[in-house]
């Protein structure tokens, strides 16, 4: 069974992610966010792409919006209802 991260985890696991590689805690719910923009739409959707293949590999999958060149990223355990080490992997 997949754990949620305790306290020491967040503060060691997610620092990282949030002050350098732009994720941010998403406002209401137990699970992280990212923006990442592109040339164009091809570029887009070849990153949706690599990123499909290895949440299948997984068995994790993210939940995202794609408008043209922009992918939003959404992370959170469905298994524990919130984040996990599968999230920040």
């Given at each position: 069974?997949?754990?949620?991260l305790?306290s020491e985890?967040r503060?060691s696991k997610?620092?990282p992610l949030?002050?350098?590689s732009?994720w ?6 137990d ?6 923009v592109f ?7 070849a990153f949706?792409?690599?990123v ?6 997984m ?9 043209y060149n ?6 959170s ?10 999230d920040?992997v």
């Amino acid at each position: 069974m997949v754990k949620l991260l305790t306290s020491e985890e967040r503060a060691s696991k997610l620092q990282p992610l949030t002050q350098a590689s732009g994720w941010a805690m998403v406002e209401g719910r137990d699970a992280i966010k990212k923006s990442f923009v592109f040339s164009d739409f091809v570029h887009a959707f070849a990153f949706m792409t690599a990123v499909a293949l290895r949440a299948e590999k997984m068995d994790h999958h993210p939940e995202w919006f794609n408008v043209y060149n922009r992918v939003e990223v959404t992370l959170s355990t469905h298994d524990c209802q919130g984040l996990s080490d599968r999230d920040i992997v």
